[in-house]
Every structure is written in C-alpha cells, then in structure tokens.
C-alpha cells in the first residue's frame, strides 16, 4: 500500500509541512480558541497549540517513512468552554484530515468529526509523552487516538482496509482509557463519541463501508480527472453500498462522519454530468442524510 500512496501523492502539488524531522506522518495544524475563558493568564493556550502539534506531528506513529509532501494534512481546532480549576479544561474539538486527488491540487476531506467530550488537565510546558500500552492521562489519550484514526482513514483512502492496524491501536486506546471513567471513551451515553467511532471501524459487520473510503477515493476521485462520468458512476455505485449498510445500523457515526465530510464535495460531484445518475445520488443521499436534504437539492434543480 504505502508503495501506492508514494506513487500517487509525489506526482501532485501537496502543502508543505511545518516539521521537517523525517519520516513522520502528520502535519496537524492546531488552534486553540480560549475565548470564553476569563484569566489574565492567557499564555498557556499559545503553549497548549505549539505542545499539542508539535505532539501530533514529530512523534513516529507508523514504521512506515514518509516524504514530507506525503505527510497527511491535519486540524484540530480546540474550543475550550470551562476552566474549572488552574490546569484543568473542557472543550470541544472539531478534528479534520485531508488526502490529495491525483493529478490535481485539490484536497478532499477524507475525515470530519466534532468531540464534545475533551476533558483534560494541562500546564504551561508539561513535557506529553505516550505509551500505547497503558493509560497516562486524557490528554495524550485523546490525541494519540485521533492521530491512528486520521491516519488509519487515510490509509484505507489509498488501499482496501489498509487502515486496520491504526484502527486496532486506537481500539486499544479506547480499551486502556476505559479506566479512567473519562467521558467519551465508553458505550454509554451519546453515540457520538470515540467509543462509537472506532466501533463501528472494527466492526465487520459494517466493512462496507470502509471498503466505500477506497473505492470512493482511488476508483471515483482520483480518476475523475480523467472519466468524469464513470468516475460519477463509480461514487453512485458507493454510495448505494453505504445506503445499505445504514439500513441495518441506522444511527452509525461513522455515516454521520463521512456525510459531514463529504457533503459539499459531493454536490459538485453531482451538479453536473448524467441527470439520472444525479436524481439516483439524491436519492440515495438524502437517505444517507436526511437534515440535508434541503442542501442537496441543487444536485437536481
């Protein structure tokens, strides 16, 4: 697989990455929004965005090298809403990730997913260390997660389920951090959480739509340049697979995540080209994503 990424992603213009340590996978932008916060000691949220990249972006999380254009573009925009204590934070995160289509320098959102369950302790210039194999704290849980989950849906966007080894690791975050009776890494409660998500990534029973990542990226976008119409044929037929998929697992956030990602690239997909395939992708759409459905009927107006 990574000899496949390497091929397809040095022939297209990439954004150039802020760390130049070689071989590591991701280049995460990191924003800090403290607005709601009352204290004089605003420096600490300035640390937090350097600490945190820094943490996602030079740290090694594969054994596999990567080219700096070949890094995987990355944000995490923090919006902390309390401060109960000096040290101590509750936010929510919007994560987002992107892969390059070839032959062009368009960038598709392979990952879209808001966290409204961060809670985390923090001091200015704490050192983050991780170990994958016990549970240290929330915050270096919680980053080392999404890290394998961005890491492993890139990977399943170049190679047929490629990104499970990633997803196992973030499983067993998931599992380690159950001890900690922090929110968001167990079944209870929302549906919406890390729990959920790297449920449904492991789930077999809901495979097809990770085999959806691959053919949706290497078999419809990355060829779109070339063939639009069977490029569009080619995304339809995914689409429909996912559609069944979600008639047995109605609430998956894994649908929600991908809708939330792809929604707008989706209409300029279908806004053009064969007006039966066009009313099909609403069709099928609007099911995928019922509150859109509003949005989406510029596919066929």
């Known amino acids: 697989m990574k000899s496949l990424r390497t091929l397809t992603v040095s022939i297209i213009l ?8 070689s071989g590591q996978e991701l280049n995460c932008n990191v924003v800090v929004n403290a607005d709601q916060i009352q204290t004089t000691e605003r420096g600490v949220f300035k640390d937090m965005e350097t600490a945190f990249s820094q943490f996602m972006s030079t740290r090694k999380w594969t054994s596999d090298i990567f080219a700096a254009e070949e890094r995987i573009n990355c944000n995490m925009i ?7 204590s000096i040290g101590t934070f509750s936010a929510t995160v919007q994560i987002q990730a992107a892969r390059p289509i070839y032959n062009t320098n368009y960038e598709s959102i392979i990952f879209n997913f808001a966290d409204r369950d961060w809670q985390f302790e923090y001091v200015e210039s704490q050192p983050l260390e991780f170990n994958e194999n016990v549970f240290q704290n929330n915050l ?23 990104g499970s080894p990633y997803f196992q ?18 079944s209870f ?3 919406r ?19 959806g990542m691959y053919q949706y990226h290497r078999l419809g976008l990355d060829t779109y340049d070339s063939d639009k119409e069977k490029s569009r044929a080619m995304i339809l037929e995914t689409l429909k697979e996912m559609n069944k998929t979600k008639s047995r697992y109605p609430n998956s956030i894994l649908i ?12 300029n997909i279908f806004s053009e080209g064969n007006l039966q395939v066009r009313r099909e992708a ?18 066929v107006n």
């Not at 990439?14 to 340590?21: D, P, R, S």
């Not at 849980?141 to 399943?156: E, K, L, N, P, R």
């Not at 991908?258 to 209409?267: G, H």
């Not at 609403?282 to 596919?299: G, M, N, R, Y």
Request: charged share 20%; proline share 2%; aromatic share 12%.
């Open 14 to 21: 990439f954004v150039t990455c802020h760390y130049q340590a």
């Open 78 to 84: 923090i919006t902390i809403d309390k401060m109960p």
């Open 140 to 162: 270096v849980s919680m980053m080392a997660y999404y890290a394998y989950v961005i890491i492993g849906m890139d990977y399943d966007s170049f190679g047929e389920s490629d």
């Open 169 to 186: 690791k973030a499983q067993d975050i998931v599992n380690n951090a159950q001890q900690s009776n922090r929110a968001g890494w167990d």
């Open 189 to 191: 409660g929302s549906t």
């Open 193 to 211: 959480n890390r729990y959920w998500l790297v449920e449904n990534l492991n789930n077999q029973q809901m495979i097809a739509l990770r085999k």
């Open 256 to 267: 929600i995540s991908f809708m939330d990602a792809k929604t707008d690239e989706l209409i």
């Open 282 to 299: 609403f069709d099928v759409l609007t099911k995928l994503d019922p509150t859109q459905t509003d949005k989406l009927k510029v596919i």
